[in-house]
Structures are given as C-alpha cells and as structure tokens.
C-alpha cells in the first residue's frame, strides 16, 4: 500500500517521513495493534533501535508468544 500525504502536512507536524514513520510504528505498537517485531520493521529500524526509541519514550515491551515465533522464522531465514 502506498501513502501519499501532502508536504505541508509534515512541515506542519515538524517531521520527516522517517520520523512520521517511527511515530506511526510506536502509536500502533503502544495500542497493541501491531507486534514489536512488525513496528520496528514499519519504523524501518534494527529491533534494538526500535527498543531505544520505546525506552526513551517509557512504552514498555509487551513481547508475547507471536513475537517470538516470529523472530525465530525469522533466524531460521537467514
């Protein structure tokens, strides 16, 4: 899916795409709507990264039986 959003609405907001992306990742995150693995990957940064951004922010991890199995497909992949 492509998201198409006016500059002016960034500018506005005082984000780049990237940020407007780690915002959008951490607001999902934070509403248990995606998983911890799915929001880092949205954010477009390493899971560690990811972690630090919550931390910072105070969100804690809710990291369940989903997110793991996903993490090992994910090992297993690579």
């Not at 609405?9 to 959008?24: I, R, Y």
Request: glycine content about 2%.
């Amino acid at each position: 899916m492509t998201l198409t959003l006016p500059d002016d609405l960034l500018s506005a907001a005082h984000l780049t795409e990237d940020q407007l992306l780690v915002e959008l990742a951490v607001a999902l995150f934070q509403q248990e709507r995606i998983t911890f693995g799915r929001a880092a990957r949205l954010a477009g940064l390493p899971q560690l990264d990811f972690q630090r951004v919550l931390a910072h922010r105070r969100i804690p991890l809710h990291y369940d039986q989903q997110d793991l199995e996903e993490d090992l497909i994910r090992l297993r992949q690579n």
